[in-house]
């Protein structure tokens, strides 16, 4: 009597309190905040930003103060008649500077570090992007991991059932052996396929959890593919102009010409105009005191450098042209890219409607053989090919389920539509 009203008590808490069914864009949503490589690109956005702001220092005032306090014994050696004694050397300074001229090296390191920033930002799309198409895929994987593991377990039951009758047939002389081994390697086949599918939904279930940070236990189905180009050369132009990798390369190739013109800034002279303000105590004889105040400008050129500053010039000059090639690689690769996934998205849209139709054409199948091995027009065994075929077919058209959703979101990936 215990047991029942254990059942009842279970039934009764799964009834106040109901799981909620996970979708898509949940998981997606959840990923986007438990996924470590999305916080490495946005720490990695905040660490450029951070270097525009240094950059753009490099322009404005700065001041400095310093100082310096000791205690020690001063002896002038009666010079000016002046005798040994205890002093208190001190010494403060303050310099305020503001560059006037740098040859255009300040600008450079902004360019350079807004470029940084851009390559940065991108990076971080292009990391959201491949991770939802990622999701998409393992949480088509459990999706289709639960199907098999609930198909193969209506298998084993109905082969372990089919072995019984054949042994009781057998048994009685109304059937040969043969159909009891036969009977016997089905339902071994059914469980081996049982055990299979278990596995895959445990490790389909774990690359889940790893995205997301969830369970996985409950998903409700894939959805409908989300709003894509309309034609290829829709698919191709906005990838030219959002695809984050295209941006990250262009963005490779403005900070390349601003680093060039930031070692050429260094042929140049560098201007700047100061303020000074000091005072000194105790420094060249006991009650010695002295405070000064200057402004001016402060120059600076170096005419030679022994080829330091050339050669600085020579090797950001090959950095510019190595991205600018790299440039035109992006480009042709994404080009490319996005072509295969768009024919990609259509290949899996129509692998899934045939898939469809196997599917519906293998359970109509399933529904007449079981018919017909009640009323003893076929044997059991035909039930269970049937079987067999019905769940292959049910596990490719939930694999080209997750295959449709998958390739669709790759394809908003390359296009810079995440």
Same mark, same amino acid.
């Given at each position: 009597?215990?047991?029942?009203?254990?059942?009842?008590?279970?039934?009764?808490?799964?009834?106040?309190?109901?799981?909620?069914?996970?979708?898509?864009?949940?998981?997606?949503?959840?990923?986007?905040?438990?996924?470590?490589?999305?916080?490495?690109?946005?720490?990695?956005?905040?660490?450029?930003?951070?270097?525009?702001?240094?950059?753009?220092?490099?322009?404005?005032?700065?001041?400095?103060?310093?100082?310096?306090?000791?205690?020690?014994?001063?002896?002038?050696?009666?010079?000016?008649?002046?005798?040994?004694?205890?002093?208190? @050397?001190?010494?403060?300074?303050?310099?305020?500077?503001? @560059?006037?001229?740098?040859?255009?090296?300040?600008?450079?390191?902004?360019?350079?570090?807004?470029?940084?920033?851009?390559?940065?930002?991108?990076?971080?799309?292009?990391?959201?992007?491949?991770?939802?198409?990622?999701? =998409?895929?393992?949480?088509?994987?459990?999706?289709?991991?639960?199907?098999?593991?609930?198909?193969?377990?209506?298998?084993?039951?109905?082969?372990?059932?089919?072995?019984?009758?054949?042994?009781?047939?057998?048994?009685?002389?109304?059937? @040969?052996?043969?159909?009891?081994?036969?009977?016997?390697?089905?339902?071994?086949?059914?469980?081996?396929?049982?055990?299979?599918?278990?596995?895959?939904?445990?490790?389909?279930?774990?690359?889940?959890?790893?995205?997301?940070?969830?369970? *996985?236990?409950?998903?409700?189905?894939?959805?409908?593919? @989300?709003?894509?180009?309309?034609?290829?050369?829709?698919?191709?132009?906005?990838?030219?102009?959002?695809?984050?990798?295209?941006?990250? =390369?262009?963005?490779?190739?403005?900070?390349?010409?601003?680093?060039?013109? *930031?070692?050429?800034?260094?042929?140049?002279?560098?201007?700047?105009?100061?303020?000074? *303000?000091?005072?000194?105590?105790?420094?060249?004889?006991?009650?010695?005191?002295?405070?000064?105040?200057?402004?001016?400008?402060?120059?600076?050129?170096?005419?030679?450098?022994?080829?330091?500053?050339?050669?600085?010039?020579?090797?950001?000059?090959?950095?510019?042209?190595?991205?600018?090639?790299?440039?035109?690689?992006?480009?042709?690769?994404?080009?490319?890219?996005?072509?295969? =996934?768009?024919?990609?998205?259509?290949?899996?849209?129509?692998?899934?409607?045939?898939?469809?139709?196997?599917?519906?054409?293998?359970?109509?199948?399933?529904?007449?053989?079981?018919?017909?091995?009640?009323?003893?027009?076929?044997?059991?065994?035909?039930?269970?090919?049937?079987?067999?075929?019905?769940?292959?077919?049910?596990?490719?058209?939930?694999? =080209?389920?997750?295959?449709?959703?998958?390739?669709?979101?790759?394809?908003?990936?390359?296009?810079?539509?995440?």
């Amino acid at each position: 009597m215990k047991k029942p009203a254990l059942i009842l008590g279970f039934s009764t808490l799964v009834w106040v309190m109901p799981l909620h069914a996970t979708t898509l864009e949940e998981a997606i949503a959840a990923a986007k905040e438990h996924a470590p490589e999305v916080e490495v690109a946005e720490a990695e956005s905040d660490i450029a930003k951070a270097r525009l702001q240094q950059a753009k220092s490099g322009g404005r005032p700065s001041a400095t103060l310093s100082g310096t306090i000791g205690a020690g014994r001063l002896d002038p050696k009666g010079y000016f008649g002046l005798t040994a004694d205890n002093v208190t @050397p001190t010494a403060a300074q303050l310099v305020i500077e503001q @560059p006037l001229f740098t040859g255009g090296k300040v600008s450079a390191g902004v360019e350079q570090a807004r470029a940084g920033m851009a390559a940065a930002e991108a990076g971080v799309v292009a990391t959201e992007a491949n991770l939802v198409a990622n999701v =998409a895929g393992a949480y088509g994987s459990v999706i289709a991991a639960e199907t098999m593991v609930r198909h193969y377990a209506q298998l084993v039951d109905e082969t372990e059932e089919i072995e019984r009758q054949a042994r009781l047939r057998f048994s009685v002389g109304e059937s @040969p052996r043969t159909d009891v081994a036969q009977a016997q390697a089905r339902t071994a086949e059914a469980k081996a396929g049982l055990a299979r599918s278990e596995g895959q939904l445990v490790t389909a279930r774990a690359r889940f959890r790893s995205l997301t940070g969830l369970e *996985g236990a409950d998903l409700q189905p894939l959805p409908a593919s @989300p709003l894509l180009p309309a034609t290829l050369d829709d698919a191709v132009a906005q990838a030219e102009a959002d695809n984050p990798q295209l941006a990250q =390369a262009e963005a490779g190739v403005k900070a390349a010409q601003a680093g060039l013109k *930031g070692e050429k800034a260094d042929q140049l002279p560098m201007v700047s105009a100061f303020a000074e *303000g000091a005072m000194v105590r105790d420094q060249f004889f006991p009650g010695y005191k002295a405070d000064s105040a200057t402004v001016g400008v402060r120059a600076r050129w170096q005419i030679f450098s022994g080829g330091r500053v050339s050669g600085k010039i020579a090797e950001s000059d090959a950095r510019l042209r190595v991205a600018e090639a790299q440039l035109r690689a992006a480009r042709d690769a994404i080009r490319e890219h996005v072509i295969a =996934a768009f024919s990609g998205v259509r290949t899996a849209a129509l692998v899934e409607t045939a898939a469809q139709e196997q599917e519906s054409a293998a359970r109509e199948a399933l529904r007449s053989v079981r018919e017909e091995v009640r009323v003893g027009m076929k044997p059991q065994l035909a039930l269970l090919d049937a079987e067999r075929e019905a769940i292959a077919a049910s596990a490719a058209l939930e694999s =080209a389920r997750t295959d449709r959703i998958v390739s669709a979101y790759r394809l908003l990936a390359l296009v810079g539509a995440q």
